[in-house]
């Protein structure tokens, strides 16, 4: 039991690796736009073309890593980040980070399909939630302590110390993974060739489609917080950058807390858990509409029920999966990461539309309306359909 807790945390740190690797030099923009002599939207963009690979390569790691096994798409896509850290170390050009940053998440993707893959292999049916919701609180602290540690990294060092950073951290998930992680597909499995046909299937499965699509939503919200919530608290409370910073850590700690307590609700229904959750998030994302420009302590209180109520659906989501899809783990997690990474990027784009068109109100409004409605079907297919099944 205690290597089965052990492998948990190693193949969870190497999931948490791609979070934290995307955002650990936000705070150093301006630096990194002096240092390689360029312009403040290709250094974003350099932010954003990593989360484009770390999405586009989930649907490539679930099929390779159900055909060829864990362990080899594990360490190949960590050497792969680690060489490719050691290229953005020696970037001296904005054109060269780029490379480079793409790569990075070209390898550290196969970190949270094959993690996720193992818990579902190496525990069984309800004793995969807990296991589960260790890996979400990780993953879920990774976009936060990245700027903290870029920024603590950034007051002695210039910006090229945040890849050696990542080097040392990189080479010691390796080094766990490489002793610790042995191959845990069930040797009942066939090797298995990729078709397009199984991510159909995937989507066409009732269990597939719901959990997939209640991710793609909560991801999309969870963008929309991060994207827009600045401008609500400059605007209607006149927050300083460091006070504004400060309020997305109940968020955070919201999910972080929610996900340790979706990782303890194993003598519950799944489904049930999965569809009131995400209900509790429609109303936490109804008492934000209705108080972020009245009070600044009520706002705070609706971000972190909304962290709450996600983190606590989290661990559950992906067991529910892993178990449902036992032949093709890999692929389904594949096809459920990649959309959550399509909600990351569409909520802010189509949510800056939304607000062209009216306020922040009618940003939050939809994305709430189109949970509302989910949560609906959601209930539909989950619990009634399986009471009728019984």
């Not at 890849?163 to 040797?187: D, Q, R, Y």
């Amino acid at each position: 039991m205690k290597h089965r807790r052990l492998l948990v945390y190693l193949v969870a740190l190497a999931a948490f690796l791609g979070p934290f690797s995307q955002t650990i030099y936000v705070p150093l923009i301006p630096e990194v736009t002096k240092e390689l002599h360029t312009t403040p939207f290709l250094v974003n963009f350099s932010i954003s073309i990593y989360t484009i690979f770390l999405a586009l390569m989930q649907m490539v790691y679930g099929p390779l890593t159900d055909s060829i096994g864990r362990r080899k798409v594990m360490l190949t896509g960590i050497m792969i980040y680690l060489v490719a850290t050691i290229g953005c170390y020696f970037s001296s050009s904005i054109e060269f980070l780029l490379v480079f940053r793409s790569l990075q998440a070209v390898g550290i993707a196969a970190g949270s399909v094959v993690a996720v893959t193992v818990i579902g292999d190496v525990f069984e049916e309800k004793d995969r939630i807990q296991p589960m919701g260790t890996f979400q609180m990780m993953v879920s602290l990774g976009p936060v302590l990245g700027p903290v540690v870029g920024g603590f990294l950034s007051a002695s060092f210039d910006f090229h110390m945040i890849f050696i950073a990542l080097m040392c951290v990189g080479f010691i998930i390796l080094a766990g993974n490489f002793i610790f992680l042995h191959e845990t597909k069930p040797s009942t499995s066939k090797k298995q060739n990729f078709r397009f046909s199984d991510f159909l299937t995937i989507l066409q499965n009732r269990i597939g489609y719901t959990v997939i699509g209640l991710g793609f939503i909560q991801y999309y919200a969870l963008y929309n917080f991060l994207v827009f919530l600045p401008a609500i608290m400059s605007e209607s409370y006149s927050l300083s950058v460091e006070q504004k910073g400060l309020v997305f850590l109940p968020l955070s700690l919201g999910i972080v807390v929610g996900s340790f307590i979706g990782g303890k609700l194993r003598k519950y229904n799944e489904r049930k858990v999965i569809v009131y959750s995400a209900f509790l998030n429609v109303i936490s994302l109804l008492l934000f509409i209705l108080v972020s420009n009245v009070s600044l302590i009520l706002l705070i209180l609706s971000i972190s029920l909304f962290g709450l109520f996600l983190g606590m659906s989290l661990p559950v989501q992906t067991a529910l999966l892993t178990q449902e899809f036992q032949a093709n783990r890999a692929t389904a997690i594949g096809a459920y990461n990649f959309f959550r990474y399509m909600g990351m990027s569409i909520g802010p784009m189509l949510g800056s539309f939304l607000y062209h068109l009216g306020s922040y109100g009618l940003v939050y409004g939809f994305v709430d309306a189109i949970l509302l409605l989910f949560v609906i079907l959601m209930r539909k297919h989950l619990i009634q359909n399986k009471k009728s099944l019984n």
